[in-house]
């Protein structure tokens, strides 16, 4: 078995990417976490993969100002320098231009805290909870250029109890997060899940 090699894309604390860390230690893993990649150089994310012994990398946004296309070519240009397969976003807080999302067509994947296509975008425990909505939880979609909404490769589920706020809902949520995220990347990795495929899904 050839493991794909896997960005993951950060910008804080980072515990996303150290549960497909984590799945990734397996033998039967199909994918490698080959590089961490954050554009937050104090990002906490860095120094817990550092310790994982993953090679890390920093692209730091602000020089380029508002040159989105050119922060991007730079993070392109580190991703194949590691001969990247996969990107993983999680918890990259910087929105990415069609440029780049099209190279990186269906081998790039985000997690969502939130049933898509429920609440795309920031808040989202928040306006669940205003919303009073009685289940909430986590998606990986193949990522597009429309933001958070790309075909889904699987969510879940849970419930929201009774005196919830905006930290208990995400806690748990969370957990939902690490679970569903390893499981995602294992079926593209495999071949098993493409943005073909998950796209005709989609579209029922
Ligand atoms: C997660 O809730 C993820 O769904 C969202 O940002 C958060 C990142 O958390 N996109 P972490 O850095 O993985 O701990």
Same mark, same amino acid.
């Given at each position: /078995?050839?493991?794909?090699?896997? !960005? %993951?894309?950060?910008?804080?604390?980072?515990?996303? /990417?150290?549960?497909? +860390? @984590?799945?990734?230690?397996?033998? #039967?893993?199909?994918?490698?976490?080959?590089?961490?990649?954050?554009?937050?150089? #104090?990002? !906490?994310?860095?120094?817990?993969?550092?310790?994982?012994?993953?090679?890390?990398?920093?692209?730091?946004?602000?020089? $380029?100002?508002? #040159?989105?296309?050119? $922060?991007?070519?730079?993070?392109?240009?580190?991703? *194949?320098?590691?001969?990247?397969?996969?990107?993983?976003?999680?918890? $990259?807080?910087?929105?990415?231009?069609?440029?780049?999302? &099209?190279?990186?067509?269906?081998? /790039?994947?985000? +997690?969502?805290?939130?049933?898509?296509?429920? $609440?795309?975008?920031?808040?989202?425990?928040?306006?669940?909870? @205003?919303?009073? /909505? =009685?289940? *909430?939880?986590?998606? %990986? *979609?193949?990522?597009?250029?429309?933001?958070?909404?790309?075909? +889904? %490769?699987?969510?879940?589920?849970?419930? %929201?109890?009774?005196? #919830?706020?905006? =930290?208990?809902?995400?806690?748990?949520?969370?957990?939902? @997060?690490?679970?569903?995220?390893?499981?995602?990347?294992?079926?593209?990795? @495999?071949?098993?899940? &493409?943005? !073909?495929?998950? &796209?005709?899904? &989609?579209?029922?």
């Amino acid at each position: /078995m050839t493991r794909k090699r896997v !960005a %993951v894309l950060i910008s804080g604390r980072g515990s996303n /990417m150290t549960a497909l +860390i @984590e799945a990734a230690a397996a033998p #039967d893993y199909p994918a490698q976490i080959a590089l961490v990649l954050s554009n937050e150089p #104090d990002a !906490a994310g860095l120094g817990r993969a550092r310790l994982a012994g993953i090679a890390t990398a920093v692209v730091d946004h602000r020089p $380029f100002g508002q #040159d989105r296309e050119a $922060f991007e070519r730079a993070l392109d240009e580190t991703l *194949h320098a590691h001969r990247i397969d996969l990107v993983c976003l999680a918890g $990259f807080m910087r929105l990415l231009t069609p440029w780049f999302v &099209t190279r990186w067509s269906g081998r /790039m994947l985000n +997690i969502h805290p939130a049933l898509l296509p429920q $609440f795309k975008g920031l808040h989202t425990h928040r306006r669940a909870l @205003e919303a009073g /909505m =009685q289940r *909430h939880g986590a998606t %990986v *979609h193949f990522v597009v250029p429309e933001m958070d909404s790309g075909p +889904i %490769v699987l969510q879940d589920s849970v419930p %929201v109890r009774e005196g #919830d706020t905006e =930290q208990t809902l995400a806690a748990r949520v969370l957990e939902v @997060e690490h679970r569903i995220y390893p499981q995602a990347l294992r079926l593209v990795a @495999e071949g098993r899940v &493409t943005l !073909a495929a998950a &796209t005709t899904a &989609t579209r029922g």
